[in-house]
Nanobody, 128 residues
């Protein structure tokens, strides 16, 4: 049974940086596109960034473009989300997901209703 586990969430001041990690087990990492989604209290889950199986294609939600970077290390079964210039509106639970079908239409992230494996999430809180 595949598992996805996130780490790296923390409390940080606005303007600061964090790197989230997501490590998988029980699945062939290279066969999955990976993605980061987030959910703030009272809001729906939204896609943040996704990366293709070979790491060549990436997608970023408009509000994080230029501030966040996604990367993967297939040798370590791990995907990373480097977050810079954090804003209070980035506060949310960040959830990692894996999808065997690959990226969504047009190279975007897939729907929050899809995905083969989802983690439990890691909390990111940005204070103003």
């Amino acid at each position: 049974q595949g598992q996805v586990v996130e780490s790296g969430g923390d409390l940080v001041q606005a303007g600061g940086s964090l790197t989230l990690s997501c490590t998988t087990s029980g699945l062939i990492f290279d066969d999955f596109a990976m993605g980061w989604f987030r959910q703030a209290p009272g809001k729906e889950r939204e896609a943040v960034s996704c990366i293709s199986k070979n790491g060549e294609d990436t997608y970023f939600e408009d509000s994080v473009k230029g501030r966040f970077t996604i990367s993967r290390d297939n040798a370590k079964n791990t995907v990373y989300l480097q977050m810079n210039s954090l804003k209070p509106e980035d506060t949310a639970t960040y959830v990692c997901a894996a999808r065997s079908y690959g990226l969504g239409p047009g190279g975007m992230c897939w729907s929050k209703y899809e995905g083969d494996y989802w983690g439990q999430g890691t909390q990111v809180t940005v204070s103003s």
